[in-house]
């Protein structure tokens, strides 16, 4: 049955978010807060996770699209080949903040995601959220929370949450209520950026 941790965004305690990620290294999902919607994570480096939340979001790994959750833009190089001086001023200009930025990956993503040719790149402006990949000490993978409601697309409630997911993760922490409108989405692997997807984030960069 997963816990219900109550962290308050503006003052996150940082000895619960220790005591969540050294369970994350160890396999356990959690349901966070972004900037944008309530996401669905685990640790990068944990095989048998990952393979956890692509079944729970019904994709086969190799070919899920999740996103990399990261701490700030330090984090880039290790994922991330090399980019041009526009493609990183468009990304220190936006980040922390309410996009993802699909970007060229290298040779260091993790064994599962080796055959991909591109990652999805989130620094969301949400101190849950980061303060989850600094006590980690590296980048989560995460997905929305999807709602199955044909109106409501993204459960904004963390109680409710708690209700549907309290048998399929460990942890869901209670950052307030969430968002429902999800993060841009923004392919910067050409010579322009495109638009995948218009979410929260301005398109107008």
Known sequence: ?????????????FRLLRKITKDMRDGALVIYPTDTVYGLGCDINNKSALEKVAQLRGVKL???????????????????????????????????????????????????????????????????????????????ISTSIRDEDEVIEYTTDPSLILEKWEKQ??????????????????DLTGDEPILVREGLGSVDL
């Open 1 to 13: 049955m997963a816990e219900l941790v109550r962290i308050y965004p503006d003052n996150p305690d």
């Open 62 to 140: 190799e070919k899920a699209n999740f996103s990399f959750i990261c701490e700030d833009l330090s984090n880039l190089s290790d994922y991330v080949s090399q980019i041009d001086s526009r493609t990183f001023k468009i990304l220190k200009r936006n980040l922390p903040g309410p996009y993802t930025f699909i970007l060229p990956g290298n040779n260091n993503l993790p064994t599962v995601f080796k055959k991909k040719k591109t990652v999805g790149i989130r620094v969301p402006d949400n101190s849950i959220a980061t303060g989850l990949v600094h006590a980690l000490g590296n980048p989560i």
């Open 169 to 186: 993760v460990d942890y869901v922490i209670d950052g307030g209520y969430g968002g429902n409108i999800a993060s841009t989405i923004i």
